[in-house]
């Protein structure tokens, strides 16, 4: 894993852009396709900014799998994240294939196992994610599942994070969050062969401290991002306020 710190949440995320843009083209290159993992989250708007306005790439020959959907709201709803991808990624480009995580399907057994079928059949050459305030990926919240092989799971949010999802302004109380959500897991989320976490602002300084410094385990989530060696790490100084010297240097 490779730590990169920048002075603004500017210059992190269009630095996150700028690699993702690389990957995709290359493995379009290479192979005649990118398979690529969307995040959602204030953390990915600008990034999401600049990765669609990136030059050369051909998105009509990429495949997009969606990170994490709440259970039970609608693609029209102002938090679901299908509507956020729909109006910050796939709406300014011809991604070729997209696979929504349907979180409202009337039969969420079907839509999993639908979903798991597809990612199973695909390999995945980069992930762009994020860290919760609780440390979470996708919405592998504490203690995270770090054991189970199946691509996707349905999961129960905890507080932290759903109070993290009113903090952004996503939902007007805590009683309208979701309690449970269909989210990548944590070993398919591993499976890429390229990670890239954008990570920004204060409020995230105590989680990025604790997966980055601390002990690897399923109660700091994202900690298991260390053991990736294609994992880059992509900070404002805002977030990486509280790591040593040392971190800010790997």
């Known amino acids: 894993m490779k730590i990169n710190v920048y002075d603004t949440p500017t210059a992190a995320s269009q630095a996150a852009a700028e690699a993702a843009a690389g990957i ?54 102002p938090a679901s994240f299908r509507r956020y991808l729909r109006e910050r990624l796939t709406s300014r480009v011809p991604v070729g294939n997209v696979h929504f ?92 062969a390229c990670i890239l976490c954008t990570v920004l602002e204060k409020r995230k300084a105590p989680a990025v401290k604790t997966c980055l410094e601390g002990e690897i385990e399923s109660m700091f989530p994202a900690s298991i991002l260390r053991t990736h060696p294609g994992c880059d790490v992509f900070l404002d100084r805002d977030a990486a306020g509280l790591l040593s010297q040392a971190a800010r240097s790997s």
């Open 24 to 77: 995709l083209r290359k493995a379009i290159q290479a192979k005649g396709r990118a398979v690529f993992v969307a995040a959602t989250g204030n953390s990915q708007l600008e990034f999401l900014n600049h990765l669609t306005a990136a030059p050369g790439i051909s998105w009509e020959r990429t495949t997009l799998f969606h990170l994490d959907e709440y259970i039970g709201i609608p693609p029209t709803h």
């Open 101 to 192: 995580i349907q979180g409202d399907a009337p039969d969420l057994s079907a839509e999993v196992a639908r979903l798991n079928a597809a990612v199973a059949a695909a390999a995945v050459d980069v992930a762009f994610i994020g860290i919760g305030e609780n440390g979470h990926i996708a919405f592998n919240d504490p203690p995270a599942d770090f054991v189970t092989e199946a691509p996707f799971i349905v999961v129960d949010l905890d507080e932290a994070c759903r109070r993290q999802q009113v903090g952004e302004g996503w939902f007007g109380s805590i009683d309208n969050v979701p309690r449970q959500a269909v989210s990548m897991s944590v070993k398919q989320i591993m499976k890429s």
